[in-house]
């Protein structure tokens, strides 16, 4: 049983471009969640796609954005990167309301 | 705004011996709290949880004790062993409008665990 998977593994960007990050959740899991990690921190809450749609954010700004395909996997889309913007991104997938969550491996983004 | 936090950032123990991290959470409707444990280049992972109406609830080697009067969990690591060493988080999602969370985690910042041989 595969567990949650993100690609790219590593990327390096340039400030001012746009980036797109991708998740497949946990075989049998529906709701998919994405989290920023900076160096140092505990994982910060983006958003939370569920059927399809962004069901809660967190407090980032409009420069992130995500999709969920009807496979359940995600997108997530950052434009006009910043150098802060460099950090781990994580998926996490779960079951419709159930709270345990599954990480994935995180991609790890690099703006320069 | 609503946070949680750890007292301290890191934790040296000798293997087999117990291990305690803390944490304190700021937000009193937080509901349902979570430890996990991330190792170097990987993502969290899930270790053990707990409901607000309980106070206590026992995993393989590892127990989470909450205090809701002082807002305080603790993770508790029986006979520790090398391969625990990571960063520990705690986390919270609070209960919302007709009971249901949707799983909106709040981290700590973590604590550093070293387990020296």
């Known amino acids: 049983d595969a567990g949650v998977t993100q690609s790219p593994t590593h990327l390096i960007k340039t400030r001012g471009q746009q980036v797109t990050l991708r998740c497949s959740p946990k075989?049998?899991?529906?709701?998919v969640s994405w989290y920023q990690q900076a160096l140092g921190q505990g994982p910060q809450f983006i958003f939370q796609?569920?059927?399809?749609?962004?069901?809660q954010r967190g407090n980032f700004p409009d420069r992130f954005s995500g999709h969920q395909f009807p496979n359940y996997s995600s997108e997530l889309n950052v434009n006009a990167l910043l150098l802060g913007d460099s950090a781990l991104y994580l998926c996490?997938?779960?079951?419709?309301?159930?709270?345990?969550?599954?990480f994935g491996p995180g991609t790890r983004l690099t703006v320069t | 705004g609503e946070s949680v936090g750890l007292h301290l950032p890191t934790l040296s123990v000798q293997e087999g011996d117990n291990s305690i991290i803390n944490c304190a959470y700021s937000?009193?409707?937080?509901?349902?709290f979570i430890w996990y444990k991330q190792e170097s280049g990987k993502g969290p992972q899930f270790i053990i949880d707990?409901?607000?109406?309980?106070d206590k609830r026992q995993g393989q080697r590892v127990t989470v004790l909450l205090n809701k009067t002082v807002k305080h969990l603790s993770l508790q690591i029986a006979a520790t062993q090398p391969g625990d060493s990571a960063v520990y988080f705690c986390?919270?999602?609070?209960?919302?409008?007709?009971?249901?969370?949707?799983?909106?985690?709040?981290f700590g910042q973590g604590t550093i665990l070293t387990v020296h041989p």
């Open positions: 075989s049998g899991h529906d709701t």
């Open positions: 937000n009193s409707a937080s509901d349902y």
């Open positions: 796609y569920y059927e399809e749609e962004e069901r």
């Open positions: 996490a997938s779960s079951w419709g309301t159930v709270w345990e969550q599954y």
């Open positions: 707990i409901r607000s109406n309980m």
């Open positions: 986390a919270e999602t609070p209960r919302v409008a007709g009971g249901t969370s949707y799983g909106k985690l709040t």
